[in-house]
């Protein structure tokens, strides 16, 4: 304990100390049943305490009062977690658990207690400009026939692609990109765009993802862009709530914006009619990780708007959604975890009877869809730019 770095946790010593215990970070009761978890690991896991804020909030106590050395094993615990902010959106103390959680990861990285898939994840991202170790100039391959004309434009809107859009759910952008380029919309891509640095910034390796950000944000002012479009909740929060450090002046939209004004406007008309019944989950990133509250309403609306689409609630729902299990860097440290969160999703989802269920994130499709294939349902799972596109 003598030899560790300093820990930049003490800075939030009075936060840390303010949680009551009160355990609204555990479980909520619903109108329509029974108590449930509030976090996601709790609810998928034996339910040890240690998981859960309050328990966070003991331990860090402990490492303050220098009873509690940083371990392997306190390492792991704090690793598992997807950062979704359940507990935050919960807390009567108003206590943000998922800053100090990753303020906390970052002194783990300083110690050498970050775990090694993680720290691939950020070398990764900084050689290849990925975390997912694909090669950099196939970033934008599936785009290319879609919009060869939109690369480094100088235009006042830029989308950002994103990596798990770039290299795992191409559907999501290709989709969006067709509907831009079929409305006249201009817009440019950065041909060189990195990781956002959510993966890093989640994770604890805050320096590193601050190298991806400049790179980014000296793009984004090269080009003359404005306004950036995200179709990922991920990285849209990383650049609203990570690079508010460095002072950016553009402004930071969701696609679901520029959808809704196309369709207002009659530019998206809808001529697949036939009746389908969804459901719809709230990615944590657009919901409890970003300021925008909206951002539960507006993809409902969208839904509602697109006709003889039916849309069926489930049981968790706005508010009171749980996470799919994937972010945090709890996918690539703990995957059959993060699938079994999904799974209690799915199920959920099932219980509603619907045929499609609806995100607006890739890195939710990605793993509720992966639960599903791992379970052989029926289930589809698409973003809803791909349910607008199939039913125009
Ligand atoms: S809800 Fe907040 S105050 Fe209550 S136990 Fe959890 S972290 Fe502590
Ligand atoms: S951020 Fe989510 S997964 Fe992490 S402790 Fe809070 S509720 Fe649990």
Redesign the pocket.
């Known amino acids: 304990m003598d030899n560790i770095k300093e820990l930049k946790i003490f800075e939030f010593k009075e936060e840390i100390y303010t949680c009551s215990r009160c355990s609204y970070?555990r479980e909520m009761v619903r109108e329509t049943d029974n108590t449930h978890?509030?976090?996601?690991?709790?609810e998928n896991t034996p339910g040890f305490e240690s998981?859960?804020?309050k328990g966070?909030m003991i331990m860090l106590r402990g490492v303050l009062e220098k009873d509690l050395r940083l371990t392997p094993r306190l390492a792991e615990i704090f690793f598992?977690?997807?950062?979704?902010?359940?507990?935050?959106t919960?807390c009567p103390s108003g206590i943000e658990?998922?800053k100090i959680?990753e303020i906390f990861r970052n002194d783990l990285q300083d110690n050498e207690l970050g775990l090694p898939v993680h720290v691939a994840l950020s070398k990764h991202a900084l050689d290849n400009r990925n975390p997912y170790d694909e090669p950099e100039d196939q970033r934008f391959e599936f785009l290319r026939d879609v919009a060869r004309e939109n690369f480094d434009k100088f235009s006042e809107l830029g989308y950002f692609v994103g990596c798990t859009s770039a290299y795992r759910t191409s559907e999501i952008a290709r989709a969006f990109t067709r509907i831009l380029v079929e409305n006249d919309v201009d817009f440019t891509f950065l041909s060189d765009e990195y990781c956002c640095g959510s993966p890093l910034f989640r994770t604890g390796q805050i320096s590193e993802a601050e190298k991806l950000a400049l790179q980014n944000i000296n793009k984004i002012k090269k080009l003359g862009i404005k306004k950036i479009v995200f179709t990922c909740p991920g990285c849209q929060a990383t650049f609203e709530n990570d690079y508010a450090r460095f002072n950016p002046d553009f402004k930071v939209i969701n696609y679901l914006e520029l959808l809704e004004d196309l369709i207002k406007n009659g530019k998206i008309r809808f001529s697949d009619l036939t009746p389908l019944k969804v459901t719809y989950h709230d990615p944590?990133h657009s919901t409890?990780r970003n300021t925008l509250k909206s951002n539960y309403e507006r993809p409902r609306s969208i839904l509602k708007s697109i006709p003889q689409i039916e849309l069926v609630e489930m049981r968790s729902t706005k508010f009171g959604s749980i996470?799919c299990g994937a972010?945090?860097g709890?996918k690539s440290a703990y995957p059959d975890l993060a699938i079994r969160i999904a799974s209690s999703r799915i199920s959920e989802a099932l219980d509603t009877e619907a045929q499609v269920l609806v995100t607006t994130c890739p890195f939710c499709k990605r793993n509720l869809k992966d639960a599903v294939e791992k379970e052989g349902l029926s289930l589809k799972v698409m973003d809803l730019i791909e349910l607008i596109e199939d039913r125009i």
């Open positions: 970070c978890s509030i976090c996601p690991i709790r998981f859960i804020a966070k598992t977690c997807t950062t979704c902010g359940n507990c935050e919960h658990t998922v959680f944590c409890k996470c972010g945090g709890l």
